[in-house]
């Protein structure tokens, strides 16, 4: 049994910054591919980000140029940078990691973006 646990969500003002942590159960090397989704009420939940095993990120276009994901393999852990925070980005945060024909995710972490 595969677990994603996120952490890291908060309450920050806007043009704060945040960092996200999903820790895995087992190692991530064996995902092809892991992600951040979030959520906000009353809406589909949107890729935010993804990196592949060989380091190649893509970025959904309200995010891009403020939002850094990354991967430690060592610690099996995945990280979303967040910078330039806008209430916009007020959501629920998921990690997503695919393996074959398999789909995990996380419990979700919340992030609000106030003043």
């Known amino acids: 049994q595969v677990q994603l646990v996120e952490s890291g969500g908060a309450l920050v003002q806007p043009g704060g910054s945040l960092r996200l942590s999903c820790v895995a159960s087992t190692s991530i090397q064996r995902f092809y591919v892991m992600a951040w989704y979030r959520q906000a009420p009353g809406t589909q939940r949107d890729l935010v980000a993804h990196?592949?095993?060989?380091?190649?990120?893509s970025y959904g276009d309200s995010v891009k140029g403020r939002f850094t994901i990354s991967r430690d393999n060592a610690k099996n852990t995945l990280y979303l940078q967040m910078n330039s925070l806008i209430p916009e980005d007020t959501a629920v945060y998921y990690c997503n990691a695919v393996e074959r024909a398999s789909n995990y995710w996380g419990q979700g972490t919340q992030v609000t973006v106030s003043s």
């Open positions: 990196i592949t095993t060989t380091g190649t990120t």
